[in-house]
């Protein structure tokens, strides 16, 4: 019986991604380079099948997509130029989830060009253990306005939160921005933890505090594109949510302490020194702090 997807590279993510499409009763053929790999997943479920190919895998799938999990870009475009490989895509759809920057994504695409149906590019958010739950985000993108997506939807929608982004490519820096937001989030944690650790606060208190003010930052992050849409320095006076001076003292004033204490402050000097950059501490201390932008995006120095 034809499997409902295909799954090539069974790694940590590749394999709890197979273990969660099998468990939901999709028909699962997996390839990987090590053949153990996917053998082991074919023992645990009658629901999953070994390919010893990764052609044979891509042949096995009947109107399924072909999901890729590979360690890197380059192990695609090394795959992808198989001539069985090639010849076995024919009129199928490619999911390109494998780790990348918009351009590799864009690359992949365009290899596949004339012999996959579609390429689907895009990006998983979340650990293994994230895949396995379906709890993960699934950021995808295709040049066909979204139609394979909507094909594929039940199998993606196993995996997580399915999001169309737009063009190939796209899906890459969505889920680089909103990865993002998660390590600067870690760093702010660890830079502060040795002082919360110093003063005695409970851990659980911070944890209540900060599920609080998270809370806000999808409002505030959409506030903030409202208001960087202009970049003219009088529009960046008018009305100031919060000053670049009042960022400037509220991060300088943590490095006396942090020295004081002989605390490592990486993480407040590196905010510090963008704020200074931006004109915290110049000519522009009295602008929105939305005037971070001239340095983080647009790369240009206060005057």
Same mark, same amino acid.
């Given at each position: ?21 099998? +468990? ?16 082991? %997943?074919?023992?645990? @479920? #009658? ?22 999990? %590979? ?78 997506? #909507? ?36 760093? @702010? ?18 944890? @209540?505090?900060? +599920? ?50 002989? %605390? ?16 915290? +501490? ?17 790369? +240009?120095?206060?005057?």
């Amino acid at each position: 019986m034809p499997a409902d997807v295909a799954l090539l590279g069974c790694g940590k993510m590749g394999s709890a991604m197979v273990r969660r499409l099998a +468990s939901l009763g999709h028909r699962v053929i997996a390839w990987n380079r090590t053949a153990a790999g996917a053998e082991t %997943l074919a023992t645990e @479920s #009658e629901n999953c099948t070994a390919a010893p190919t990764a052609a044979d895998a891509i042949a096995g799938v009947a109107d399924g997509p072909v999901i890729l999990m %590979l360690a890197t870009m380059p192990a695609v475009q090394e795959l992808l130029a198989q001539p069985a490989v090639r010849a076995a895509l024919a009129g199928k759809t490619l999911v390109n989830i494998v780790s990348g920057n918009p351009d590799e994504g864009r690359a992949v695409a365009a290899s596949v060009g004339g012999v996959a149906a579609v390429c689907i590019d895009g990006a998983y958010s979340g650990a293994p253990t994230k895949a396995l739950a379906g709890a993960g985000q699934v950021f995808v993108s295709s040049d066909d306005g979204g139609a394979a997506v #909507e094909r594929c939807r039940p199998i993606l929608e196993s995996l997580g939160k399915v999001t169309f982004a737009g063009k190939v490519g796209s899906a890459r820096a969505l889920d680089y921005a909103v990865v993002d937001l998660a390590m600067a989030n870690y760093l @702010s944690h660890c830079a502060n933890l040795a002082m919360l650790e110093r003063e005695g606060v409970d851990p659980a208190q911070f944890a @209540s505090e900060a +599920s609080f003010r998270l809370a806000q930052v999808g409002p505030m992050l959409e506030q903030f594109e409202k208001r960087s849409r202009s970049r003219d320095e009088a529009a960046y006076l008018t009305e100031p949510s919060a000053t670049l001076g009042t960022w400037r003292n509220f991060w300088g004033s943590r490095l006396p302490y942090f020295e004081a204490h002989g %605390l490592p402050a990486a993480f407040p000097k590196f905010v510090v020194g963008l704020l200074d950059e931006a004109g915290a +501490s110049g000519a522009h201390k009295d602008a929105d702090v939305t005037r971070l932008q001239e340095v983080v995006r647009y790369g +240009s120095k206060a005057e």
